[in-house]
């Protein structure tokens, strides 16, 4: 679809795909990829026809980790200079669902990357993890963070500190992950699963995400404010006056995303 060097993309029936491509160094992440990512999920995020997005790697890995080679001579000052992380943060901004297919390796910056899908499928030959601490750092792009929130503060450090990979069972037991699944089947269930999204009411979906995620940092009570207005909000949308319309009329609503 787009002339880009390290990821494939596509649109079939509403659902954009990107698919990670370095094949050669098991979809490394480098800063050309992360460029180009964010390229991506931006450009979809703005295009009213996808309304939603799939992430994927290869059979063999997701991505087995940030591309070491790249950032082997760096210095504190050459990262702080650079922003490091920067295009990573925008990945945060991202305002359709994100379902993520994990197969093979998922480690280090892959993982970072894995976990900024809203679902996320995996393999049963899925591995994940941290190993940065085996290479005198630690994860940059939000894993100790992300984790810490998905699995609890022990058991995040037990795999931070080990830096040793996670089942996909183990993966599914902590809540990190939605699903294992066939190897075979991992990518088309993520598909499957994104239709069915996208044939909900756009806005809903929009404003869910958006209150689930800010009730991670929320107070309950805070939470539930914001959670209110989101909900008065979707009253001022044409999409609440046909979805409600249609479930009197007892036929299927026609969402339009207004």
């Given at each position: ?6 990821i494939?993309t ?9 698919q990670?491509n370095r094949?050669?160094v098991l979809?490394a992440?480098n ?6 990512l964010?390229d ?6 703005r295009?009213?026809e ?11 890995a ?12 760096d210095?504190?000052v050459s990262?702080e ?10 990945l945060?901004?991202i305002?359709?669902?994100?379902i ?5 390796y998922?480690?280090?910056g ?6 900024c899908?809203d ?11 941290f190993?940065?601490i085996k290479l005198g750092?630690m994860?940059g792009?939000?894993g100790?963070v992300?984790l810490?929130?998905l699995m609890?503060q022990k058991k995040a450090?037990?795999w ?7 089942t996909?069972d183990?993966?599914l037991q902590?809540?990190?992950i939605?699903?294992?699944?066939a190897?075979?089947?991992v ?5 499957k699963?994104a239709k069915i999204v996208?044939s909900r009411a756009p ?6 995400k958006?209150?689930?995620y800010k009730?991670?940092?929320?107070s309950t009570y ?6 209110r207005?989101?909900f008065?909000?979707?009253?001022s949308?044409?999409d609440?006056k046909?979805g ?13 995303g207004?």
């Open positions: 679809m787009s002339n880009y060097e390290t494939l596509s649109i079939e029936e509403g659902i954009a795909s990107i990670l094949p050669r979809n992440i800063r050309p990829m992360v460029t180009e964010l991506a999920f931006e450009s979809f995020d295009n009213d996808v309304k939603a997005i799939v992430l994927t790697g290869s059979e063999r997701f991505a087995a980790g940030a591309d070491i080679d790249e950032m082997k001579e210095t504190a990262l200079l650079l922003n490091q992380f920067k295009e990573w943060d925008r945060a901004t305002k359709k669902p994100i993520g297919a994990v197969n093979g998922c480690f280090g892959g993982f970072e990357l894995a976990l899908a679902i996320l499928f995996a393999a049963e030959n899925a591995q994940f993890g190993p940065e750092v994860p792009a939000g100790t992300k810490t929130k609890g450090l037990e931070l500190w080990l830096g040793d990979p996670m996909a183990e993966a902590y809540g990190v939605n699903r294992v699944i190897p075979e089947l990518v088309d269930e993520a598909k699963y996208a806005l809903s979906t929009r404003l869910i958006e209150t689930v009730s991670i940092d929320y805070e939470g539930m404010q914001f959670e207005k989101n008065y909000l979707l009253f949308s044409q609440q046909e409600m319309k249609a479930f009197v009329e007892k036929r299927p609503a026609e969402f339009k207004k």
